[in-house]
Every structure is written in C-alpha cells, then in structure tokens.
C-alpha cells in the first residue's frame, strides 16, 4: 500500500494535468454556449421576419402555417434557452471538484489507516484491479493495481535515461 504513493513531482504533474483538462472543457463550454447564442439569435430574426410576412399576407391558409412556424420556432428556442442555462459554469471550483480523488491519488495508505471499514473497502476498489490473492503459506500475491496507479507508477519507476547520440547500435568503422 505505501508502494501507491506518488511522488511529489508527479502528483504535482497529474494535478497540473487535470487543471489543463478543467480549463480544456470550460473553454469548450463557454464556445458551446456562444454558438447556442448566435443560434437563438437567428431563430429571434426567423421569427420577426415571418411576423412582417404574416402581417402582410391575407390569405388563411398562408397565416396558418406562418403561425405554426413560428410555434415551432418558439419551441426551439425554449431548447436552446434551456441548454445555454445548462451550460453554465460548474456547480463547484476545480479544488472542490477534485480535492478528494488528489489526496487519494497522493497517498491511498492514508484513507486506509482511518480505520473505517468502509474506507479501506473503497481503497481496495480504487487501487487495485481485482481482488487481492492469497496462497497458503507464501501469503499475499502481488495486485493488480488499478489505471491510475498504473500510470503513475509507470512514471516514477524505474530509470529512465536519453539515448545516446550515435543511437542504439555500437558505432561501425
């Protein structure tokens, strides 16, 4: 379990990560929700255009389908008034949203050693892939360990090193 424990340099690396990627996607919404207002202002144009048409016209028929038109217009922009107020900013900060999975990412030994044993449940289900094995007399196998950790512990383990200048293969005469 103290095996899971990041790194101070890449902790700060996964956190700087998922800052990018929190800042990624309230860009995305913030362009998503500009094109939802160009829409809603094309379809207000639409709808004063046909209500000049419609003063215009006398024939029934004509006024009739200008009307229901002009229904549906109203229609879609209910939808597209309803999907800019959904797209509003996050109900919680980046630190709110994140602080919990961050400190457990750091050091998951911590929320096991609460005690709890509901805690240490959810540890096992975070940190590792399948159940833990265990043999009779050579006691626990080594685990499986989930994604996350996986990935961070393929960044901080082992050395890494550059290649060489000349390349892989010794240098021919």
């Given at each position: ?32 929700k500009q ?12 709808i ?91 006691g ?29 293969e010794?240098?021919?005469?």
């Amino acid at each position: 379990m103290h095996k899971l424990k990041a790194t101070e340099g890449l902790f700060k690396l996964a956190r700087g990560m998922l800052e990018e990627l929190w800042d990624h996607r309230l860009n995305s919404q913030r362009v998503r929700k500009q094109s939802f207002q160009t829409e809603l202002r094309k379809i207000d144009r639409k709808i004063e255009q046909l209500l000049d048409r419609l003063v215009d016209t006398e024939s029934a028929t004509i006024i009739n389908s200008y009307e229901k038109r002009i229904e549906q217009l109203e229609k879609d922009k209910l939808v597209i008034s309803e999907r800019i107020t959904n797209s509003i900013r996050p109900v919680r900060s980046f630190e709110e949203t994140v602080r919990t999975s961050l400190e457990f990412l750091a050091n998951p030994h911590k929320l096991w050693a609460s005690g709890r044993l509901e805690d240490q449940r959810a540890v096992l289900k975070l940190a590792f892939a399948n159940r833990l094995a265990y043999v009779r007399n050579e006691g626990l196998r080594t685990p499986e360990t989930t994604l996350p950790f996986k990935v961070l512990g393929g960044f901080s383990g082992g050395k890494s090193e550059m290649a060489r200048p000349e390349g892989f293969e010794p240098p021919t005469p």
